[in-house]
Nanobody, 124 residues
Framework: QVQLVESGGGLVQAGGSLKLSCAAS????????LAWFRQAPGKEREFVAI???????WYADSVRGRFNISRDESKNTVYLQMNSLKPDDTAVYYC??????????????????WGQGTQVTVSS
């Protein structure tokens, strides 16, 4: 059984930084894409960033240049460094592990084993 556990959320002022972590257990993340999605109150879950199975990084337009996704396969963990945070970044952040190996997609349906989420609140 694959489990993902997110951590690192919190309350930060606009312009500040946070680093989120997502630790996977039950399966190696090698050859699997991992992605961060977020869901703000009253809104649908949206794509934020993906570390592809080839370890490339893709970003949503809204966070490109401010966020950085990385992975440490020795720790089976993916990270999301968030800089220059804005109030619009306020949301619950979730990480997901791709359901298929060696397959990349930005669609939420391509991911499973979601973690419980970590709250990020950015005050103005």
């Amino acid at each position: 059984q694959v489990q993902l556990v997110e951590s690192g959320g919190g309350l930060v002022q606009a312009g500040g930084s946070l680093k989120l972590s997502c630790a996977a257990s039950g399966r190696t993340i090698n050859n699997y894409a991992l992605a961060w999605f977020r869901q703000a109150p009253g809104k649908e879950r949206e794509f934020v960033a993906i570390s592809t199975w080839k370890r490339e990084a893709w970003y949503a337009d809204s966070v490109r240049g401010r966020f950085n996704i990385s992975r440490d396969e020795s720790k089976n963990t993916v990270y999301l460094q968030m800089n220059s945070l804005k109030p619009d970044d306020t949301a619950v952040y979730y990480c997901g592990l791709a359901l298929r190996a060696k397959y990349d997609s930005l669609s939420e349906s391509a991911f499973g084993s979601w973690g419980q989420g970590t709250q990020v609140t950015v005050s103005s």
